[in-house]
């Protein structure tokens, strides 16, 4: 028989309920009769004492015991095909039908990754769960085993690094996966889905930028034309290092496959679609945002005098250190004025959500023409409209108040800035640095680069004031 030691560092379910049940009635035994000596005391507060261990211990065990039945079910589901395929009853053509991937039985909630139909969800998110615990989990793993067993199965590339890369001993995420990420990014990083991205080959790239046209002129009959060429400069981008790092428990086994997928390729995209909305859109240039400026920094930056900068509209009023309140629907007319016609294809604003609803929609109702049964029901379109335009919710906007602060931005992003994409979202999977706690690494990087090229200029001169293809109202400096 096991000693409680033995039973508390491995015993099973059995041996714990059995144990409880041997002492329970030597305790009776002992209670039975009239505890007369300090052995016999001794005796049963020390049975007391591992009764109460073996309780703890068992319910811990239940609680494993129950996991494993709900993985066992998930992984039995995952691998039923939800409508069998009927047999002809010809062996050549019941093998081919046998050959057909199964749809798998929905489940999960996939809360984030909405790109697909639910079943083609689940699909990828499980898939994505077993390529992650066949690279991510030690070698000594029994799910890692039949993880990778999985992965041949199926097809999943399960790549590992060669020996002259400092990474040695993890895995790549494959290509298939990667979509995961990039919608992710794409959903929630309006910068990345409006400005115009262009594919890095090298490190460095340059993208040619038109700065000036042909000149045209009246001549008379026989007269002498003048030349004129347009011109041109380049936009150079660099490719920057974005990068997220993670642990995790290797108890993944106890946890619902779907949701691992799901959260974990939410939390890399949405870390990664943050980062570079901040440093497109408020980018003050600092290693903070990787040496990126953004559109509103931009567009401040062109002169110290605000009145000189020809994309920004100053609100009307005072008091922007407490309040928007002096902010009226004008001040946004001016803006939507300000913008060149080449750029009102393409326009829309990009402000934080409370902004929009605290300030924008607010002088919208005040404006009048609105019915009660409008503003109950409220704007059931995927994305509002204000002046005409669509309306992108930025998060990294501002949404308190300020003096001196470009609050709202409008116009064509994909004109006026270019994010450059030299390396796709890549993840890595370690799970050696980490072993002595039985915990995995999780790796996140991607190298890209934002330049916003085209805000307009500044002049003290009204007449040589030149808005580029994105405008901005910015708050008074008091």
Not at 286 to 305: E, F, M, Q, R, W
Request: aromatic share 8%.
């Amino acid at each position: 028989m096991k000693t409680i030691e033995e039973l508390i560092a491995s015993g099973t379910t059995a041996e714990v309920t059995e144990a409880i049940k041997s002492r329970t009635t030597q305790f009776g035994t002992l209670a039975a009769k009239s505890v007369t000596t300090q052995v016999e005391l001794d005796e049963m507060n020390a049975l007391d004492d591992e009764m109460e261990k073996l309780s703890v211990k068992l319910t811990e065990l239940k609680k494993l015991d129950d996991a494993k039945q709900r993985n066992a079910a998930r992984t039995k589901a995952f691998n039923t095909p939800v409508n069998t395929v009927p047999m002809s009853g010809t062996p050549a053509e019941d093998d081919a039908k046998k050959s057909y991937t199964p749809a798998y039985t929905p489940m999960g909630s996939l809360k984030h990754i909405v790109f697909g139909s639910r079943q083609e969800n689940e699909q990828i998110a499980y898939k994505f769960f077993n390529w992650f615990c066949a690279t991510g989990l030690r070698p000594d793993s029994g799910l890692r085993v039949k993880a990778q067993k999985f992965c041949e199965d199926n097809g999943i590339a399960i790549k590992t690094l060669n020996e002259g890369v400092n990474d040695q001993g993890g895995a790549l995420v494959p290509a298939e996966f990667d979509p995961m990420l990039i919608r992710l990014v794409e959903k929630y990083g309006k910068f990345r889905q409006f400005a115009k991205i262009k594919p890095m080959a090298f490190e460095t790239a340059s993208q040619p930028r038109r700065t000036g046209g042909i000149t045209t002129y009246w001549v008379s009959e026989g007269g002498t034309i003048t030349p004129s060429n347009p011109t041109f400069d380049n936009i150079g981008l660099v490719a920057k290092k974005l990068a997220a790092l993670t642990v995790m428990s290797s108890e993944i086994s106890e946890d619902s496959a779907i949701n691992l997928a799901d959260e974990l390729a939410f939390e890399i995209g949405f870390g990664f679609a943050y980062s570079e909305d901040s440093a497109g859109f408020i980018g003050d240039g600092s290693i903070t945002y990787g040496g990126i400026t953004g559109v509103a920094p931009k567009l401040k930056g062109l002169s110290g005098t605000i009145a000189n900068i020809a994309g920004l509209q100053v609100a009307t009023g005072t008091g922007y250190g407490s309040s928007y309140g002096a902010t009226v629907l004008p001040d946004f007319n001016a803006v939507v004025g300000l913008l060149p016609e080449y750029a009102d294809p393409g326009a829309e604003w990009f402000v934080h959500k409370s902004y929009f609803h605290n300030v924008m929609q607010k002088l919208e109702l005040a404006s009048g023409g609105v019915t009660a049964n409008e503003i109950a029901t409220g704007d059931r379109r995927a994305r509002p409209l204000f002046l005409g335009y669509p309306v992108n919710f930025v998060q990294v906007m501002p949404r308190t108040p300020a003096v001196s602060q470009v609050c709202a931005l409008f116009g064509d992003l994909a004109m006026a800035a270019t994010m450059g994409d030299r390396r796709a979202r890549t993840l890595f999977t370690d799970p050696y640095s980490l072993s002595n706690k039985d915990q995995i690494l999780v790796r996140a990087t991607e190298r890209v680069d934002i330049v916003v090229h085209d805000v307009g200029n500044a002049s003290g001169t009204a007449a040589d004031r030149v808005p580029g293809p994105i405008v901005g109202l910015i708050t008074a400096s008091s």
